[in-house]
C-alpha cells in the first residue's frame, strides 16, 4: 500500500500522493482534449476514470523497479491540486529514473514545473541516491524542452517516429542529467 506521506514540501507547491478529495481538479486537466496533446494519453471522458485512477496509485510507492508512480503537485496556499509528476526507476536497474509531468493550463507560466522538477532532482539525487534521471518528449514540446534544458538536462538523442500518438508516428528526444552534474550545478 502506498503511503500518504507529503514528498516534498517546496516553497509554494507540494509533491505529495493524490486523495479522494482531488478527484474533481485532476478530473478537469485530464479531460482537456487540447491542453496535453503531445503527452499522447487519452484524455478522461468521465470523472469515474480519474477516481480509479487516484484509487490504483494508493497502491503504489516511489522504489519498485518498472512501477510508475504518480503524484500530485498541490499549491501549498489552497491544497488545490494544480498538476502531477510521475517517476518510474528503470526496470533493468532502478538506480536510473524515468520522469513525466503536467501542468493544469491554468496554471502555466508561473514557474511551478521548474519548482517542481528542481525540488525531486534534489530528493532524487540527494536522499534517494538516484544516478541519472531521464526525460522524453515531442520533439515540438517547445514549453518542455525549455523547462528541461533550463533545469541543466542534456539532449542525448532524437528517435525518429518512435511514438504513436493521435494517428501520426512522432519524433522524440531523450534528456539526461547524472546526479554530478545535478550537484555540481546546485
Ligand atoms: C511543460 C509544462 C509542464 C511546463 O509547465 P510550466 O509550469 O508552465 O513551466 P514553468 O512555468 O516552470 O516554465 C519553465 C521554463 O520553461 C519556459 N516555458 C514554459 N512554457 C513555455 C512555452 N510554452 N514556450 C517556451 N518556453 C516555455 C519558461 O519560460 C521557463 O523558462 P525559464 O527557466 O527560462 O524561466 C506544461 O507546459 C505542461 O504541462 N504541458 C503539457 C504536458 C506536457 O507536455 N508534459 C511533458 C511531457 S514529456
Redesign the pocket.
Known amino acids: 500500500m502506498a503511503d500518504d506521506k507529503v514528498y516534498l514540501k517546496l516553497q509554494r507547491i507540494t509533491i505529495r500522493p493524490f486523495q479522494d478529495q482531488d478527484v474533481a481538479d485532476f478530473f478537469e486537466y485530464r479531460s482537456d482534449p487540447v491542453?496535453?496533446i503531445?503527452?499522447g494519453y487519452t484524455p478522461f471522458n468521465a470523472i469515474e476514470q480519474a477516481r480509479d485512477y487516484i484509487n490504483e496509485q494508493k497502491k503504489h510507492s516511489f522504489g519498485p523497479a518498472g512501477q510508475w508512480i504518480q503524484l500530485g503537485i498541490a499549491e501549498n496556499a489552497s491544497d488545490k491540486i494544480i498538476?502531477d509528476i510521475g517517476m518510474r526507476p528503470l526496470d533493468y536497474d532502478p538506480r536510473m529514473v524515468e520522469i513525466?509531468?503536467?501542468?493544469a493550463a491554468p496554471?502555466?507560466?508561473?514557474?511551478?514545473?521548474?519548482e517542481a522538477l528542481a525540488g525531486l532532482f534534489s530528493w532524487l539525487f540527494g536522499e534517494k541516491r538516484i544516478h541519472r534521471v531521464m526525460?522524453?518528449?515531442d520533439t515540438e514540446?517547445?514549453?518542455?524542452i525549455?523547462?528541461l534544458e533550463?533545469l541543466g538536462m542534456r539532449q542525448e538523442g532524437k528517435t525518429l517516429k518512435s511514438f504513436w500518438n493521435n494517428g501520426a508516428w512522432r519524433d522524440e528526444y531523450l534528456y539526461a542529467l547524472l546526479s554530478e552534474e545535478w550537484i555540481s550545478a546546485n
Open positions: 491542453a496535453n503531445l503527452q498538476g513525466g509531468f503536467t501542468v496554471f502555466r507560466g508561473k514557474g511551478y514545473a521548474k526525460a522524453i518528449t514540446n517547445h514549453a518542455t525549455c523547462l533550463g
